[in-house]
């Protein structure tokens, strides 16, 4: 099992940034990419950024230059760091674990936390 913990949500204008933080514990060695995704309301969960175990990382073409996503191995801890927000990026942003067992992919996923973008 793993557990992950969201931070860093909150309000803040158009323009603006907001770090996000996921704090992943558990059996967390089985899990071979991390990621966010995220869900506005009537919208479907969207993947934002991902990152895997050797350090490739992949972002939805709407946050490439404005987004970054980082680990911290010491700290079992991923990062989101979005500058420049636009009210399009109100969401609720979820923290993801991937890991496979027998070619067959589990998702591990937080409890979400809110990014408001005022305009």
């Known amino acids: 099992q793993v557990q992950l913990v969201e931070s860093g949500g909150g309000l803040v204008q158009a323009g603006g940034s907001l770090r996000l933080s996921c704090a992943a514990s558990?059996?967390?060695?089985?899990?071979?990419?991390m990621g966010w995704y995220r869900q506005a309301p009537g919208m479907q969960r969207e993947l934002v950024a991902a990152i895997s175990s050797t350090g490739r990382t992949d972002y939805a073409d709407s946050v490439k230059g404005r987004f970054t996503i980082s680990t911290d191995n010491a700290k079992n801890t991923v990062y989101l760091q979005m500058n420049s927000l636009k009210s399009e990026d109100t969401a609720v942003y979820y923290c993801?674990?991937?890991?496979?067992?027998?070619?067959?992919?589990?998702?591990?996923w937080g409890q979400g936390t809110q990014v408001t973008v005022s305009s």
């Open positions: 558990g059996n967390i060695l089985s899990i071979t990419t």
């Open positions: 993801n674990g991937r890991q496979y067992t027998d070619y067959v992919p589990w998702d591990y």
